[in-house]
């Protein structure tokens, strides 16, 4: 893995001075990238780089919590259906199949060739194969929000090569 990492030698009064941007190590005459400070991994030999960070589980859980998640507004969407043989199991609307806490542990079959959109969220689904899905050549976003995946299988996502997010 490449850090970027400026070493410089000799602070003001033994202080390491680093450029704008830059971090100082506390232990040792080197300044790291602050885009490299709490993310997990030490970038300094003492490690006072992840010093002082915020629980990152508690920042994560904050972070879904508060942003608007692609399923939001799920509810609202009740247009006429466009796609051919929805699973019956789901709700249509425009190009979107709405699985949603249907008690599903795996995704049903078949699901529509040109669907952009598929919540699969707060159903059971532990595991997601190749076989999990027909080809989606159209799918632009997957919710799998509380879905219980657990693990993917080789090639899941190889059917759909236009998703922008999952």
């Not at 990152?56 to 399923?71: I, Q, S, T, W, Y």
């Not at 609202?76 to 699973?87: A, H, I, V, W, Y």
């Not at 008690?103 to 699901?111: A, K, S, V």
């Not at 194969?129 to 879905?147: C, G, K, M, N």
Request: proline content about 8%; aromatic content about 8%.
């Amino acid at each position: 893995m490449y850090m970027n990492v400026i070493v410089f030698s000799g602070g003001v009064g033994g202080v390491l001075e680093c450029e704008v941007g830059w971090f100082p190590c506390q232990t040792e005459d080197k300044c790291v990238e602050r885009r490299f400070i709490c993310d997990q991994h030490p970038d300094c030999l003492d490690h006072s780089d992840e010093w002082n960070c915020t629980d990152h589980n508690v920042d994560n859980f904050v972070d879904m919590l508060f942003r608007k998640r692609p399923d939001e507004d799920s509810e609202k969407r009740r247009g006429r259906c466009e796609l051919e043989s929805p699973p019956s199991v789901c709700r249509c609307a425009d190009l979107s199949v709405f699985c949603e806490s249907r008690r599903l542990t795996t995704p049903p079959t078949p699901l529509p060739l040109l669907a952009r959109y598929i919540d699969l969220s707060g159903n059971n689904i532990p595991r997601l194969d190749a076989s999990s899905f027909t080809p989606l050549p159209e799918l632009r976003i997957l919710v799998v929000i509380r879905a219980g995946v657990g693990s993917l299988g080789p090639g899941v996502f190889s059917t759909m090569r236009k998703i922008d997010e999952m």
